[in-house]
């Protein structure tokens, strides 16, 4: 009988090794939480960033400028996202594996992952208010 490497023969190994990935995806699911939990927050943070810069838009008067530029006006949410993810130096995507090459794909990436959330921050906020009303 052929052994592997490691002296046992093949077929145990591989049973191993799948074990092993498989109670090493299990150990991974309460990081895959926590990584929502932080995406629902910074959905959060985020609705309070932007009210706050457009508060601040109207009261200098800058914000009819900015709304009628074609691209920024139309985008402004998600530069401001982009921006908060940039000057927070946040990756909240890397807890599921998410990586990019350059700096700028990563916080544009989880810019627009947290601009998304802000409908499911919503709805998870409702689900609660439903159920304590219960």
Request: aromatic residues 8%; charged residues 10%.
């Amino acid at each position: 009988m052929r052994y592997g490497v490691c002296g046992y023969p093949p077929i145990f190994t591989k049973v191993l090794l799948l074990f092993a990935v498989r109670t090493q995806s299990l150990q991974n699911w309460g990081n895959l939480m926590y990584t929502l939990g932080a995406l629902l927050l910074s959905a959060l943070l985020l609705g309070a960033v932007v009210s706050v810069i457009e508060s601040v838009l109207h009261l200098v008067g800058a914000h009819s400028v900015i709304s009628k530029l074609p691209i920024i006006g139309a985008h402004l949410s998600l530069i401001i996202a982009i921006g908060m993810v940039w000057w927070l130096k946040m990756n909240p995507i890397a807890g599921w594996g998410v990586t990019f090459s350059d700096d700028w794909m990563t916080y544009a990436a989880n810019g627009a992952i947290i601009l998304g959330m802000i409908p499911v921050k919503d709805a998870v906020i409702n689900m609660v208010n439903k159920g304590l009303r219960a």
